[in-house]
């Protein structure tokens, strides 16, 4: 999978449900919901991307306004270069699979990442092979995060649909997926749904 996807990151903190990476550019952590690998060809861990920061690498020490005599925000970084260097972007991602040689298993890995594993944002063609089956929406619901779990569920699938050549079939097919997961939590379903599927 490594071959055609995009290196962003690095493995800085694992467990066994999840992980974080510092990003290799500033502010440039992949998107809400975004399918990220980890891992060699094989034995990959996937997870969806649901939270990430920008702060001073000085725990405890917050930046301070630099733009009252600026014009744009892109001037404040140009006459202070070394901004860059003193701040990291980091995302963090739930694990809801892995790869055993070609096999795509929608279930915890027997082990977390690796400290300094590379972290590559999944391309197209893999989304699409991964996002064939839904059993991953389970592991998203159960799971306590810093943010709302319908929202994350719902970026997800819009990530996910645009692997797909047609779209609103497979997020009407997530739909019917989260109304049996879902089919005694009318709130949480509809606060999804509203979400993935666009109004006519």
């Known amino acids: 999978m490594t071959e055609s996807a995009e290196r962003v990151g690095e493995v800085i903190e694992a467990g066994t449900t999840q992980f974080v990476a510092e990003c290799y550019e500033l502010y440039q952590p992949p998107p809400l919901g975004s399918l990220v690998q980890v891992g060699d060809a094989g034995e990959e861990l996937l997870g969806v991307v649901y939270y990430a920061t920008t702060a001073s690498l000085e725990p405890g ?7 009252k005599d600026e014009v744009s925000e892109e001037a404040v970084y140009q006459a202070s270069p070394q901004l860059e260097k003193l701040f990291r972007s980091e995302f963090s991602a739930l694990v809801v699979g892995h790869a055993e040689g070609r096999k795509l298993l929608q279930y915890l890995p027997a082990r977390p990442a690796r400290i300094h594993s590379f972290v590559y944002r999944c391309p197209p063609d893999s989304v699409r092979d991964f996002s064939t089956s839904f059993d991953f929406l389970s592991l998203l619901l159960s799971t306590a995060l810093p943010v709302s779990v319908e929202e994350l569920v719902a970026a997800t699938l819009r990530q996910m649909s645009a692997a797909h050549e047609d779209n609103r079939g ?8 989260l109304a049996t997961l879902l089919s005694g939590e009318y709130g949480r379903l509809r606060a999804i749904l509203e979400r993935i599927v666009p109004p006519e």
């Open 61 to 67: 020490r917050r930046p301070i306004a630099r733009g």
């Open 170 to 177: 497979f997020l009407v097919a997530a739909g019917k997926e």
